[in-house]
């Protein structure tokens, strides 16, 4: 009971973080004193940049999974395959353990992250009212998935070698491929971008117990 208006924000204080080097410094300075930075209290067009990312990412995700994303021959014959018919392929190749990293690469980790930050943002712009536990584990689960990204890097090194095995085998990327790389970097900017203050100043202000 007594935590609820414990937390005082710098920004009340008259005082701010500069985003460079960490320096504290006062609301009104508008250069760090330490690095040289511009020093700005809070990064209003950072929802802007972000929900512009988020909206490209998602947009992406279409071709992404529509059209193919590598395409092997073999003995002439050509196989293109998208994720999802490439998932279904290992699957019928008894490669299960991969096709489960490849799902979880290409399907789960960017959807989630997608639908996650959708929900963020939304709750900044909108103040939806989510409680701050919720938004806390929310930005918990984002930051985990965050650092699994690089899984997708493992999984096509993981493919090439696989492929590279086999004599007469050839696997190039297709233009899905390039659609998912900019889904995955996308994703990762508007996470990058976010003022994350901004929610907390929000959340501050609604005074939320929850
Ligand atoms: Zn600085």
């Known amino acids: 009971m007594s935590t609820s208006n414990t937390s005082v924000q710098g920004q009340r204080l008259g005082l701010t973080c500069c985003p460079t080097c960490t320096n504290l410094c006062q609301t009104q300075q ?10 700005t209290s809070r990064d209003h067009s950072s929802i802007q940049k972000s929900w512009a990312l988020l909206i490209t990412a998602a947009i992406l995700l ?47 980790v960017p959807m989630l992250k997608i639908v996650g930050l959708g ?16 938004l806390m584990a929310g930005f918990h ?10 899984l997708d890097l493992f999984v096509i090194s993981i493919t090439a070698a696989l492929v590279n095995m086999g004599q007469i085998f050839d696997a190039k990327p297709a233009p899905a491929a390039t659609a ?31």
């Not at 508008?30 to 020093?39: D, E, F, K, L, P």
């Not at 699957?91 to 299960?96: F, G, K, P, V, Y």
Request: net charge positive; aromatic share 8%; charged share 20%.
């Open 62 to 108: 279409f071709p992404a999974n529509l059209y193919p994303i590598t395409v092997m021959t073999s003995q002439g014959q050509v196989r293109k395959d998208t994720i999802f018919s490439g998932i279904n392929h290992l699957i019928q190749l008894d490669l299960l353990p991969i096709a489960i990293i490849l799902f979880t690469a290409s399907i789960l």
């Open 119 to 134: 929900i963020y943002l939304l709750a900044i712009s909108f103040e939806l009212p989510i409680s701050k536990r919720k």
């Open 30 to 39: 508008t250069i760090c004193s330490r690095c040289g930075q511009a020093v």
């Open 180 to 210: 998912f790389a900019l889904v995955i970097l996308l994703t990762q900017l508007a996470a990058k971008v976010l003022d994350t203050r901004l929610l907390w100043d929000r959340l501050e202000s609604n005074d939320d117990r929850n």
């Open 141 to 150: 689960i984002i930051e985990w998935i965050g650092r699994w990204s690089m």
